[in-house]
Nanobody
């Protein structure tokens, strides 16, 4: 049974920072690309960031523009998303995901087969 559990969300003022964590179990964590997506009310799920199984390659959504950093700790089986300079438009539920063994485009939700339950991030103006 694969489980992904996000934590670290909350309420923060614009310009502030949050670090999201996603703890994985039930799968060889280090073998798969991990991703972060977000979904705001009434909007489609949006790609935020992804990190390759080796950690050597990272991908970011266009809107990130240097504000977020994805990282992973394979010993702790955890992937992180450090978010700085947060804006009200970053308000959303943030989900982590583990990629399918068949791979795929890291920015596409269809490439991921396991998802966490999400953590709410709210940025006030």
């Amino acid at each position: 049974q694969v489980q992904l559990v996000e934590s670290g969300g909350g309420l923060v003022q614009a310009g502030g920072s949050l670090r999201l964590s996603c703890a994985a179990s039930g799968r060889t964590f280090s073998s798969y690309t991990m991703g972060w997506f977000r979904q705001a009310p009434g909007k489609e799920r949006e790609f935020v960031a992804a990190i390759s199984e080796s950690g050597a390659v990272t991908y970011y959504g266009d809107f990130v523009k240097g504000r977020f950093t994805i990282s992973r700790d394979d010993v702790k089986k955890t992937v992180y998303l450090q978010m700085n300079s947060l804006k009200p438009e970053d308000t959303a539920v943030y989900y982590c995901a583990s990629q399918s063994p068949y791979g795929g485009t890291p920015s596409s939700p269809r490439s991921y087969i396991y998802w966490g339950q999400g953590t709410q991030v709210t940025v006030s103006s």
